[in-house]
């Protein structure tokens, strides 16, 4: 019996994966790995630029690659994202919906109901959103969804009340959706990234990023390739009887217990 890597050339030959938040980190380097299994890729994003420049990237790899500014939390623009994918390539295969944001990291007592509105509208009503098209997209020929949450909706950190919450609910609505999608052949898991190094954790300073690293089991930060790779994997084959769970790729930074 051979063993094959879900990202290698050919895995994924003759289907279609959508990835959002597709321009930078988590999302590029999940959209390169299905271009390198052999699937089209549709990147979706706010930021036309970053999603136009990975796509290139993909072209030059002997890919195909089409990138549509979406903003994930307007329901007429992902309901425009998914048929034109349809429209484009005849079908939908797998979803990534990966796109979020962190917002105001600040104790409760200081936050806003505009600052919690702001995060539960993209990190969670708009994977809401992305899996009630994706689904009735995919029909009754099967695929495969994965969101992307956070190892912060189990372990959370002092600031985080709304992006915690925002990242747990996503954990709540799998089950409800793999359920709901398996007797169609569909299945919908969640990644859980710990903290990686994107954009998004840019601004921290080398020894706070020390201090993270120390936390972790593996003794080390996770780079986008570390989450990527597991939800293109998740939409192969090989994860076919894998349904309904968050997968935590965090490098055992949220093991609960004494360091």
Do not use: H
């Not at 019996?1 to 590029?28: Q, Y």
């Not at 109901?113 to 997209?137: C, G, T």
């Amino acid at each position: 019996m051979s063993i094959t890597n879900a990202t290698e050339p050919g895995t994924l030959k003759g289907k279609v994966a959508l990835v959002t938040g597709g321009g930078s980190g988590i999302g590029a380097a999940a959209a390169k790995r299905f271009a390198t299994a052999g699937a089209k890729v549709v990147l979706a994003g706010r930021r036309r630029a970053e999603l136009e420049a990975v796509a290139e990237i993909i072209r030059s790899l002997g890919g195909e690659a089409l990138a549509v500014p979406t903003d994930v939390s307007d329901e007429a623009a992902v309901r425009r994202l998914i048929d034109g994918t349809l429209e484009r390539f005849g079908r939908l295969d797998a979803a990534f919906n990966n796109a979020g944001i962190l917002g105001q990291l600040k104790p409760i007592t200081d936050l806003t109901a505009s600052d919690f509105d702001e995060v539960m509208a993209v990190n969670l009503r708009a994977v809401w959103l992305l899996m009630k098209y994706e689904i009735a997209a995919m029909g009754e020929s099967g695929g495969a969804i994965v969101n992307t949450t956070s190892f912060v909706a189990q372990a959370s950190t002092p600031g985080m009340s709304i992006y915690a919450a925002s990242k747990a609910g996503i954990e709540a609505m799998v089950r409800a959706a793999a359920l709901e999608a398996g007797p169609r052949g569909i299945r919908v898991n969640n990644v859980a990234p710990g903290v990686i190094r994107t954009a998004m954790s840019a601004g921290l300073d080398d020894a706070l990023y020390d201090a993270l690293a120390a936390n972790a089991a593996l003794k080390r930060l996770g780079e986008p390739e570390d989450v990527g790779d597991v939800a293109v994997w998740l939409c192969s084959n090989e994860a076919r009887f894998i349904t309904g769970q968050t997968i935590f790729v965090d490098g055992g930074f949220a093991i609960p217990g004494l360091r």
